[in-house]
């Protein structure tokens, strides 16, 4: 990809052209591809981190260890989820103004977001490590899981700072479209990743053998790496988005206006996270022989690969649409979304016709029995039906956000996570005991609800008269 596609350029971004489908589906592909290149790199590396763990050289270690790396992957979410906190109030202001041509406010916008983002993994970080043991015991891991998975989330507290910089500030570049920077960040996060994790495990390219560790510290290292490097990009500057040290000085102004918006999605994935924390907890506690919550995480990690196709449409359609309403046109957010939708959406609905066709193919390369692949393979079939549901949810929420709808949003997965997904795996799980096949069913049927409600939200169009 050339230089010139590293941001949309303003001309592109404002003129009465983009009226234009063309024109349009130009700009959403210049803003999804390297999002999508970032996400798919990013899944491999998950990929890889559970082939590692399910291919320990101690046979007995392997289902345990994949369950581990299953319930960090939890963890991992939730830093994502208190970056959306800041994040999404970031992304959405950033979008307007640069929609308005008002660069001192994105700058301005960046300097709090991320001085919030160290902060909050300051204090979360401290937390996290001084209760990192009664929190592993919440997880429900059973056997030798727990040993596992303990000292790699005491590794992932000391560096949340690193992580929540490194991930608030791609927030701050996609909202003002430059996409390109920020997958390239993560891209050579994931690569230092994937190296030091398979060095580290198997004791490859001169480094020590450290076994399961090693797939923990080469994270680390990547995060960290990654943290400092968006900080070096920012201070830098690209394309007129820039971190000054005086725009990290508390401004209240701007810190309520990211606080009224964001905290709505904070709130929304907090609950998200803490019903799906529940969903692992029921599945780690009904099966002491780890073979369900491996077989959970590994089609979870599959599946990755349509999801992850439509999160980058999604951040796309969020930052047209806020662009769009930046520039009074209503009607090419509109726009913006559908085809966000019909792109992204039509290539996760032919992965689920790929999971329900052939799933069992990549279930077998990553399990470590025959009878996880087999469980793995279930679950796939399952969510194969719902992916078109599924999409809907994630660029039509995600095209909500950008507006700063953001509250709209919560009550959608108030409704749908509370009152279907955790009480229904409850029901399922905990109470009638029906398995990991039942359990999923449920799953898929409240991401096809969630996805009918968002779709439901952006036709009704109150979104359009959100202020920011």
Request: aromatic residues 10%.
């Amino acid at each position: 990809m050339t230089r010139a596609a590293t941001a949309i350029p303003l001309q592109h971004s404002i003129g009465p052209s983009d009226s234009d489908r063309g024109t349009l589906f130009r700009q959403l592909l210049l803003l999804a591809l390297p999002v999508l290149a970032e996400n798919m790199l990013h899944m491999v590396v998950g990929i890889n981190d559970t082939y590692l763990a399910n291919k320990l050289k101690i046979v007995a270690d392997r289902a345990p260890a994949g369950a581990a790396v299953g319930t960090i992957t939890y963890f991992l979410w939730f830093f994502g989820l208190l970056v959306s906190s800041v994040g999404a109030g970031t992304t959405a202001i950033i979008a307007r103004a640069r929609g308005a041509r008002h660069r001192s406010m994105a700058n301005s916008v960046t300097g709090q977001s991320m001085t919030a983002s160290v902060l909050i993994g300051l204090i979360v970080g401290v937390l996290i490590y001084l209760f990192a043991v009664p929190i592993m015991r919440l997880t429900g891991l059973q056997g030798a899981a727990p040993a596992f998975a303990l000292p790699y989330l005491r590794m992932l507290a000391v560096t949340l700072p690193f992580t929540m910089a490194m991930q608030i500030a791609g927030s701050c570049q996609r909202g003002y479209g430059d996409t390109f920077t920020a997958a390239l960040v993560m891209i050579a996060v994931d690569i230092v990743n994937a190296f030091f994790s398979w060095g580290l495990c198997r004791g490859w390219f001169g480094l020590p053998e450290l076994g399961f560790n090693g797939i923990a510290l080469g994270t680390i290292i990547a995060y960290v790496f990654g943290g400092i490097a968006q900080f070096i990009v920012l201070l830098h500057g690209r394309h007129g988005l820039r971190l000054f040290w005086h725009r990290m000085r508390p401004h209240w102004t701007t810190i309520k206006r990211l606080v009224r918006i964001g905290l709505p999605a904070g709130a929304e994935g907090i609950l998200m996270w803490l019903a799906n924390f529940g969903v692992m907890r029921i599945i780690n506690s009904i099966d002491p022989t780890n073979a369900m919550p491996n077989a959970h995480m590994n089609a979870i990690r599959i599946e990755s690969v349509s999801f992850m196709t439509g999160l980058a449409f999604a951040a796309a359609a969020a930052t047209m649409v806020g662009q769009s309403l930046g520039m009074k046109d209503t009607r090419r957010a509109v726009r913006s979304a559908l085809l966000a939708y019909a792109v992204g959406g039509g290539a996760m609905t032919l992965c689920g016709i790929f999971f329900i066709l052939f799933g069992r193919y990549p279930a077998a390369l990553l399990a470590p029995n025959a009878q996880i692949a087999a469980l793995t393979t279930r679950c796939l079939f399952i969510t194969g039906f719902i992916q078109c549901g599924f999409a809907a949810y994630i660029i039509f929420s995600s095209a909500l956000r950008g507006a700063g709808d953001t509250f709209a949003v919560m009550l959608i997965s108030l409704i749908s996570v509370v009152a279907l997904r955790f009480i229904g795996v409850m029901i399922v799980g905990a109470w009638l005991h029906r398995g990991l096949g039942a359990i999923w069913v449920v799953l898929a049927a409240e991401l096809f609800l969630r996805g009918v409600l968002a779709s439901a939200r952006f036709y009704q169009g109150g979104w359009k008269q959100v202020k920011v």
